[in-house]
């Protein structure tokens, strides 16, 4: 049914059902000058309005509330709060509402800006602002109230009653100032999307495809993919790799002491996630394909026969961190998911790279090394189909929770077209199956991203590539519907707008676009171009769907991801970084450390160069066939 809006009182109907009302709250001395509504695509209403201060008002205020005539069933405010982060143990904002206030949030901290996304048992609404089109920045807040739940925007921007600004930690509330001069007018633009509910907690779908198609620009990235390969490999060789020991592989990354750059001291020797040896060893070994360079191979090997000699357990699993191997402290060894993936997928792609150059240098005992990991994650799945988060050298599982469990669906899918051996198709099945209902479910995934224990980004992407490689084993539609659905859920994450920042910020002086990129978890709001592992799916979902819109996500998740990557030449708050280095953390609201310049963190970075970005791309690059529609 199609949707009216009733411009005399600023209801919106179905028919003759009231789905909600917009209601203005306006300083004293500021009238409501005029005020435009169009339906610019079916559901989707364009709200412009302009207000006249009769009088000098020094503390201009308004609040703009869609009051949505259902009760919530689930809300959203994109990539901050996921139904009010009621999972994990964090100390992220939980609920909407905290001592009966409730929660407002600058618009750069959601990845549509301000937006607030709801859902009654009929109709879902989201309202977001645009920044073009308004004077001032603003923030949101969603506010669940018995039979109504009200959506709201509110200028000047302000954070309360406390605001989110490190892991865990908050400090007081703040609001800016507006001041009008009598005869000054104040400008603002939202969008209102209303659509009928058909997929619970997941129907934001029109929400989100409306705000990118708005404020979508092609960007161009710092790089050619042929640049891009060689900074990459520059950076792994000489920065990352190490000899330490027993130890030959790669670093977990820089950081900076004060007045030089250093190697992470502890925690430094990963096999995936952060650290990614296995990864970045495939790429020497890719890079000498390409270039024939002896020494790039002889790195690969390297790191590849010191996680097999010696990081190798009898149960099959490998031991994820190595530091404890190099100073005997065996009790910290846990073994998760989202790494023992990693491991075990790279070694299979190790075994088929030195299969194409017809090298045998332990080529078999990668695969073995990989199958082993297969085979614990099957004989120790649970009679649910869960695989578990993590498990102690032993095989004792530590922890049985969270989405991450997913990742080892992605090697046992691996194995089975390797060996042909249905076991490992049975097992991959019924844990996809486990974590894809939970999914459904929730409408989050949890617990991928390790240095947190919240809703996130990172425990959907196995989801997403295994709901791929299994519409490609099967080619069963349900397959490929899910993975689009589950895209949604990562898109949720993917910054819709490009926030302006303080000049004298890095961001500003470097130029960089928050358009493409991707935000953390619930309790890590900063921006990092981890979304290049899931890069390959957006490109093969647009080629299987004919939507265009997942090919253009994935080119803007290649254009941000080469921002802020160093030729030797590039200057940060008066440091040079080094050749090929990236940050990990792009600070693009009120989280993280203050800025030198302003002092509140907007615009800042993390100064950890760490290995994983560099990792990522190489791995995309020797991934892709065709590395021109990476400049289309």
């Not at 600023?10 to 709250?25: K, N, Q, V």
Request: charged fraction near 20%.
């Amino acid at each position: 049914m199609s949707l009216q809006w009733c411009h005399e009182s600023d209801h919106l109907y179905s028919g003759t059902e009231l789905i909600g009302e917009l209601l203005l709250d306006i300083s004293s001395g500021v009238i409501l000058h005029n005020s435009a509504v169009e339906q610019v695509k079916p559901g989707v209403f364009k709200i412009s309005k302009t207000f006249l201060a009769t009088e000098q008002t020094d503390f201009f205020r308004l609040v703009l509330d869609f009051k949505a005539h259902y009760g919530m069933n689930w809300a959203m405010i994109p990539a901050v709060s996921y139904n009010g982060n009621n999972w994990g143990r964090g100390s992220e904002p939980k609920g909407f509402v905290t001592d009966g206030k409730p929660w407002s949030f600058s618009y750069s901290r959601a990845s549509v800006a301000g937006a607030t996304y709801s859902e009654g048992p009929r109709w879902s609404v989201g309202l977001f602002g645009d920044l073009n089109g308004t004077d001032a920045p603003f923030s949101c807040s969603v506010v669940p109230s018995g039979e109504y739940t009200v959506h709201r925007l509110i200028w000047p921007e302000e954070e309360g009653p406390s605001t989110y600004f490190q892991k865990n930690r908050y400090q007081e509330a703040f609001q800016r100032r507006i001041s009008l001069a009598a005869g000054a007018e104040f400008r603002i633009c939202i969008y209102l999307v209303t659509a009928a509910v058909q997929k619970e907690k997941l129907s934001y779908t029109h929400l989100l495809d409306f705000a990118w198609d708005l404020n979508y620009h092609r960007q161009k990235p710092w790089y050619t993919p042929e640049e891009l390969w060689r900074l990459g490999i520059h950076y792994a060789k000489h920065s990352l790799y190490v000899e330490d020991g027993i130890y030959r592989g790669f670093s977990k990354g820089l950081r900076w002491y004060g007045d030089q750059w250093k190697l992470r001291p502890t925690g430094k020797y990963v096999v995936g996630w952060t650290g990614q040896n296995i990864s970045l060893a495939n790429s020497m070994i890719y890079s000498y394909i390409r270039s024939d360079s002896e020494e790039d191979l002889q790195i690969g090997l390297n790191t590849l026969d010191t996680w097999t000699a010696h990081a190798r357990l009898e149960n099959g699993l490998i031991q994820c961190l190595f530091d404890p191997l190099l100073d005997g402290d065996d009790q910290r060894s846990v073994n998760d998911a989202c790494n023992l993936s990693d491991a075990a997928e790279n070694f299979f792609e190790a075994w088929e790279l030195l299969g194409r150059i017809e090298i045998d240098h332990n080529r078999e005992l990668y695969k073995e090394t990989a199958l082993g990991i297969c085979d614990f994650a099957a004989e120790h799945q649970a009679s649910d189909g869960r695989f578990g988060k993590s498990w102690d050298n032993a095989g004792e599982c530590v922890d049985s929770n969270g989405t991450i469990g997913c990742y080892l669906v992605l090697p046992l899918l691996k194995a089975y077209q390797i060996t042909g051996d249905q076991k490992y198709l049975t097992s991959a099945r019924r844990g996809y199956e486990y974590y894809i209902a939970g999914f459904l479910r929730d409408g989050y995934t949890t617990a991928g991203a390790l240095d947190t224990y919240c809703i996130d980004k990172e425990s959907a992407i196995p989801l997403l590539r295994s709901s791929m490689r299994l519409y490609d084993l099967t080619k069963e539609e349900r397959y490929l519907e899910l993975a689009e659905l589950v895209s949604y859920y990562l898109a949720s994450w993917q910054w819709h707008y490009t926030t302006p920042f303080p000049e004298g910020t890095p961001l500003n002086e470097m130029g960089y676009d928050t358009f493409g990129g991707t935000s953390v978890s619930a309790q890590h709001h900063h921006i990092d171009p981890f979304a290049l592992v899931f890069l390959e799916d957006w490109f093969r979902l647009a080629e299987l769907t004919g939507r265009e819109i997942w090919r253009r996500r994935a080119m803007a998740v290649w254009a941000n991801a080469s921002m802020g990557i160093s030729d030797g030449t590039l200057v940060v708050n008066g440091v040079v970084r080094p050749i090929g280095s990236q940050d990990e953390g792009y600070f693009h609201t009120y989280w993280g450390a203050p800025n030198e310049t302003t002092g509140d963190p907007m615009g800042n970075v993390s100064y950890w160069l760490v290995a994983w970005p560099t990792a990522f791309r190489l791995q995309a690059l020797r991934r892709l066939a065709d590395w021109r529609q990476l400049t289309d």
